[in-house]
């Protein structure tokens, strides 16, 4: 069958063992549906769908179940659900869990689906589902879950000229000229079906950068016809505001977050936003980062400027998600900015704000150690932001599952309380005494019919959404569900391919910036290398600034001896990362500036190491190609060739970083190529 990829990992192909597809044939009949709300008509039709073709039979509706039924519904909607008395499993599950049981009704063996409110019911129908594609066994359905992360929202960098920034996967998909009239464009319903299947509960639909036009009335009622669509997926909207607002859009001398002209202003504003759309979510700022206005240009801080938008939300229970992304060009280090400007407004945020942080101090670079605000912001909201786009993994070119980045993130270990005091046990809110937390992916779908145009690019967006729900499972388990739904359950494919997707993301780091090295980008575009010194505009742009390769070494020297950042994590870190011999490898340049001669565990120099990954770097990129020719069976054609020729150009990508960088830094350091080292290309 052709396969475009626009059903992501929502295919429903028919189940391709056929024992199993016999016993799901009789285990899976017929729906029942309960009352018909519109979240619970989704679920039906959902379910529907998705029996009908993993099983390939049609699917009954019955009033009452039989054999083979699902029955779905809460304890007030489904007299059945009631009578499953599931109110001990439901009770410890809060609004979004659910349970999904095999039970015998009336001497009819059925499959529940429980929840304690519709979009509950939602999730555990898409859960179920995904257990059907990816081949359970019938006697190991039954399960209960619930979201560990309250705020499970996608970031749009959309532009309202539909131009999306960072994007790469065509035009925004929110036709701004055709709204509001035109809001059943099935885009936005398969959007939102994308979302709800993995548990997200959230979209800022707009770009950080923000255009202030979006709280016109002109946009609201546009946002407010996305909103309509999104809602019975239990997707909140939410809008990226610029600071300075009341300036731009009416003329206001000052955007002063203490002025009462200007926080009333908000407030009428907030009121109007209300009017269009009932429950919406609240607000995204960026602020005094990268041009942005903010707060401080008004003399005040970051907690002035979230409190005042706080205020104004608060009555309608909307919250402020407010970026901790800041950084100037007069900062010594950008690795510490963040840090040095929030730390000391720990306590300082209304309850309804949370700081948002990307998991790395600097910018989403191919590895970064964890920003050290994670275990340090005790007293304020967080939440993580990862990304999904790949704007410093080759766009929508190159291959690189982020599961592997999103769990290092999650995974690593803050010793805020002690050791195992990870960023995803702080994010679950099992350490600090948060009121919210959140995860937040800026994803990139825009009106390529596929959605993210590399086809891989949706399985970040899978992790991301199932790390959300549950911080613990691993990138591997998440890849290998992702690949049995959107391609095959085939072992023969699954095997082979879970090396592409455990080495994806590596190669990508290899080819780049090994051993801790960042942002070699060339300027703007973050697509190619740019190692060298260049010595116009910003320094904190440049190449060298992060690198600081000279004759005598590379690296850059965050401990005591230079900018000290490495005192902003708790004193188990701060200590590791003083000494080059207990920092890990894979982020030593972060840390330390040293000799090319320094002595690498392998027992080569670094500068043999250096070498020798963006050599490994470049093998994995040839491995990946090769793995993906010897699966060629399992694929459809249009997938197959789209993804070979896209890895002929990473090849070539790989080589290009590879080559670029070790000859810079060769211009530099004039050390030849270790004996044995690959010809460039
Ligand atoms: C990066 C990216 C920008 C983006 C910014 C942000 O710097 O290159 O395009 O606006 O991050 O996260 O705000």
Same mark, same amino acid.
């Given at each position: 069958?052709?396969?475009?990829?626009?059903?992501?990992?929502?295919?429903?192909?028919?189940?391709?063992?056929?024992q199993?597809?016999?016993?799901?044939?009789?285990q899976?009949t017929?729906?029942?549906?309960?009352g018909?709300?519109?979240?619970l008509?989704l679920?039906?039709?959902?379910?529907?769908?998705?029996?009908?073709?993993?099983?390939?039979?049609?699917?009954?509706?019955?009033?009452?179940?039989?054999?083979g039924?699902?029955? !779905?519904?809460?304890? &007030?909607?489904?007299?059945?659900?009631?009578?499953l008395?599931?109110?001990?499993?439901?009770?410890?599950?809060?609004?979004?869990?659910?349970?999904i049981?095999?039970?015998?009704? =009336?001497?009819?063996?059925i499959?529940?689906?429980?929840?304690?409110s519709?979009?509950?019911?939602l999730?555990?129908s898409f859960?179920?589902?995904?257990?059907?594609?990816?081949?359970?066994?019938?006697d190991?359905?039954a399960t209960?879950s619930?979201?560990?992360?309250?705020?499970r929202v996608?970031?749009? @960098?959309?532009?309202?000229?539909r131009?999306? &920034?960072?994007?790469?996967?065509?035009?925004?998909?929110?036709?701004?000229?055709?709204?509001?009239?035109y *809001?059943?464009n099935?885009?936005?319903?398969?959007?939102a079906?994308?979302?709800a299947?993995?548990?997200?509960?959230?979209?800022?639909i707009?770009?950080?950068n923000?255009d202030a =036009?979006?709280?016109?009335?002109?946009?609201?009622?546009?946002?407010?016809?996305?909103a309509?669509?999104f809602?019975?997926? /239990?997707i909140?909207?939410?809008?990226?505001?610029? !600071?300075?607002?009341?300036?731009?859009?009416?003329?206001?001398?000052?955007?002063?977050?203490?002025?009462?002209?200007?926080q009333? @202003?908000w407030?009428?504003?907030?009121?109007?936003?209300?009017e269009?759309?009932p429950?919406?979510?609240?607000?995204?700022? *960026?602020a005094?980062?990268?041009?942005?206005?903010?707060?401080?240009? !008004?003399?005040?801080?970051?907690?002035?400027?979230?409190? %005042?938008?706080?205020?104004?939300?608060?009555?309608?229970?909307?919250?402020?998600?407010w970026?901790?992304f800041?950084?100037?060009?007069?900062?010594?280090?950008r690795?510490? &900015?963040?840090?040095d400007?929030?730390?000391?407004?720990?306590?300082?945020?209304?309850?309804?704000v949370?700081?948002?942080?990307?998991?790395?101090?600097?910018?989403?670079?191919?590895? +970064?150690? !964890?920003?050290?605000l994670?275990?340090?912001?005790e007293?304020?909201?967080?939440?993580?932001?990862?990304q999904?786009?790949?704007?410093?993994?080759?766009?929508s070119?190159h291959?690189?599952?982020?599961g592997?980045?999103?769990?290092e993130?999650?995974?690593?270990?803050?010793?805020?309380?002690?050791?195992?005091t990870?960023?995803?046990?702080?994010?679950?809110?099992?350490?600090f005494?948060?009121?919210h937390?959140?995860?937040a992916?800026?994803i990139n779908? /825009?009106?390529?019919r596929n959605?993210?145009s590399?086809?891989?690019?949706?399985?970040?967006w899978?992790?991301f959404?199932?790390?959300?729900?549950?911080?613990n499972?691993?990138?591997?388990?998440?890849?290998? +569900? @992702?690949?049995?739904?959107?391609?095959?359950?085939d072992?023969?494919?699954?095997q082979p %391919?879970?090396?592409?997707m455990?080495?994806?993301? +590596?190669a990508?780091?290899?080819?780049r910036?090994?051993?801790g090295?960042?942002?070699l980008?060339?300027?703007?575009?973050?697509?190619?290398?740019?190692?060298?010194?260049?010595?116009?505009?910003?320094?904190? @742009?440049?190449a060298?600034?992060?690198h600081q390769?000279?004759?005598?070494g590379?690296?850059?020297d =965050?401990?005591?001896?230079?900018?000290?950042?490495?005192e902003?994590?708790?004193?188990?870190?701060?200590n590791k990362?003083?000494?080059?011999?207990?920092t890990?490898?894979d982020?030593?340049l972060?840390f330390?500036?040293?000799?090319?001669?320094?002595? %690498?565990?392998?027992? =080569?120099?670094?500068w043999?190491?250096l070498?020798h990954?963006?050599?490994?770097?470049?093998?994995q990129? +040839?491995? %990946?190609?090769?793995t993906w &020719?010897?699966v060629?069976?399992?694929?459809?054609?249009?997938r197959?060739?789209?993804?070979k020729?896209l890895?002929q150009v990473?090849?070539?990508?790989a080589?290009h970083?590879?080559?670029?960088?070790?000859?810079?830094?060769q211009?530099?350091n004039?050390?030849p190529?270790?004996?044995?080292s690959?010809e460039?290309?």
């Open positions: 069958q052709a396969e475009d990829g626009y059903r992501m990992w929502l295919r429903y192909q028919p189940t391709a063992d056929t199993l597809r016999s016993q799901y044939q009789q899976f017929n729906i029942v549906q309960p018909d709300s519109p979240t008509q679920a039906a039709r959902e379910l529907a769908t998705g029996l009908r073709g993993i099983t390939g039979q049609e699917i009954a509706t019955p009033d009452t179940p039989t054999t039924s699902v029955v !779905f519904g809460t304890p &007030e909607s489904s007299a059945v659900i009631k009578s008395e599931l109110n001990d499993q439901l009770n410890a599950l809060g609004d979004e869990g659910f349970v049981a095999r039970r015998e009704y =009336r001497g009819k063996p499959t529940a689906i429980a929840a304690n519709d979009v509950g019911v999730y555990g859960h179920l589902l995904r257990l059907l594609q990816t081949q359970t066994p019938v190991q359905l209960q619930a979201p560990a992360v309250e705020h996608v970031n749009h @960098w959309d532009n309202l000229n131009v999306v &920034e960072r994007g790469y996967a065509g035009l925004s998909l929110w036709d701004w000229g055709t709204l509001p009239a *809001k059943d099935p885009r936005y319903k398969d959007y079906r994308i979302n299947s993995l548990g997200i509960n959230g979209t800022v707009n770009n950080v923000a =036009r979006i709280l016109t009335d002109q946009f609201l009622e546009k946002a407010a016809a996305l309509d669509v809602r019975p997926y /239990g909140k909207l939410y809008l990226s505001v610029k !600071f300075n607002s009341p300036m731009l859009l009416d003329g206001f001398e000052t955007a002063d977050p203490l002025d009462p002209k200007v009333k @202003w407030q009428e504003r907030v009121k109007k936003v209300y269009y759309i429950d919406f979510g609240g607000f995204l700022v *960026k005094n980062s990268e041009g942005q206005p903010g707060p401080q240009d !008004f003399n005040r801080n970051h907690a002035d400027g979230a409190n %005042m938008l706080a205020e104004a939300l608060e009555p309608f229970g909307g919250v402020v998600f970026r901790a800041v950084y100037a060009p007069e900062q010594g280090d690795f510490r &900015e963040a840090y400007e929030f730390m000391p407004l720990d306590g300082k945020f209304k309850d309804n949370i700081v948002q942080i990307k998991n790395g101090p600097i910018d989403f670079q191919p590895r +970064e150690p !964890f920003s050290p994670f275990g340090s912001l007293k304020t909201n967080i939440a993580l932001e990862l999904v786009t790949q704007e410093y993994f080759g766009f070119y291959l690189a599952y982020q592997p980045l999103f769990t993130a999650l995974n690593a270990d803050t010793y805020a309380k002690g050791e195992g990870t960023i995803g046990k702080i994010l679950a809110g099992d350490v005494d948060y009121k937390t959140g995860m992916a800026v779908p /825009g009106n390529s959605w993210t590399h086809p891989f690019v949706q399985s970040s899978y992790a959404g199932r790390l959300a729900w549950d911080v499972l691993t990138s591997s388990a998440i890849g290998e +569900e @992702w690949l049995r739904q959107t391609f095959s359950n072992s023969d494919f699954i %391919m879970q090396e592409i455990a080495i994806s993301r +590596e990508g780091v290899n080819y910036m090994p051993l090295l960042t942002h980008y060339a300027q703007g575009h973050h697509y190619g290398p740019a190692p060298w010194h260049d010595k116009s505009g910003r320094p904190d @742009w440049t060298y600034y992060y390769a000279t004759e005598d590379i690296g850059f =965050r401990t005591q001896s230079g900018s000290n950042a490495i902003q994590y708790h004193d188990e870190l701060t990362f003083t000494d080059p011999d207990t890990p490898e982020i030593l972060w330390h500036h040293l000799g090319w001669n320094y002595q %690498m565990n392998s027992g =080569r120099s670094l043999q190491e070498v990954k963006y050599d490994t770097g470049v093998a990129v +040839e491995q %990946m190609q090769k &020719e010897s060629k069976d399992y694929v459809d054609a249009e197959y060739q789209r993804v020729a890895l990473q090849l070539r990508d080589k970083w590879r080559d670029a960088c070790i000859s810079y830094f211009s530099v004039g050390l190529l270790p004996k044995g690959p460039p290309a």
